[in-house]
């Protein structure tokens, strides 16, 4: 059996469902990336391009959209790690910074989602072999792209994106048949909200010098 075939082969059930190890093994590290995330690890990056990696074994030549999500995720992961090694997230103490975004950089992120969504969706709905569920797929597609940017800025916002893709995520996964994909997405979401406050206590107190200096 070659490794490939492993990784897409049964590995258990689990309430009626069938988990395979690709699913299984991908996601596990997928959760890993995001509680590495939260501790603002640099190793986050790597461990979200394996994850790509795992999870485009899991889907290609069944949901078209997510393998693709899963080179997109690959990507990103690249230049995610740049900006938290080199770029701009990074603060002159080499910790990485953490700030909310400003309204511009939301409404450019909400538009890049609309726009993406929509154009993605229009894509998979025309070419019925690229997708199962054209709009819920173009949906996660462009939302995790852009929860990814947020993170790789240094953005609070990012939580808020992954949130957004955990409500559609979950219902997706088990209708397609991924079954820990979608018990996986749950445990996201505790992550996420577990982050998000940790981001959000961390923003604040970034901010606070920043305050007092203005103040004198």
Known sequence: MSALSWLNSEAFTLLDQRII????IGNV??????????????????AQFLSGIILFAAFAGHM????GKQVVVMLVAAW????????RARAQDGTIAVRFATWRERGA???????????????????PSLSW????DA???????????????GMVEFWFAWLLVDLVGVPLNFANGYAFSGFVYVIY???VLWGLRDWWLRSRRSAEPALEGAAA
Request: no cysteine; net charge positive.
């Open 139 to 153: 949906y996660i597609f462009v939302g995790t792209l852009v929860a990814m940017y947020a993170q790789a800025r």
């Open 189 to 191: 979401g505790a992550l």
């Open 133 to 136: 569920d054209a709009w819920p």
């Open 21 to 24: 190890w690709s699913d299984m």
């Open 80 to 87: 995610g790690w740049w900006q938290w090694t080199h770029g």
């Open 64 to 67: 078209t959209g997510s393998a």
């Open 109 to 127: 992120m909400a538009g890049a989602a609309l726009v993406g969504t929509l154009a993605v969706g229009g894509l998979f709905t025309a070419f």
């Open 29 to 46: 590290i997928g959760l890993t990336a995001l509680a590495l995330g939260w501790r603002r690890s640099v190793w986050t990056w790597p």
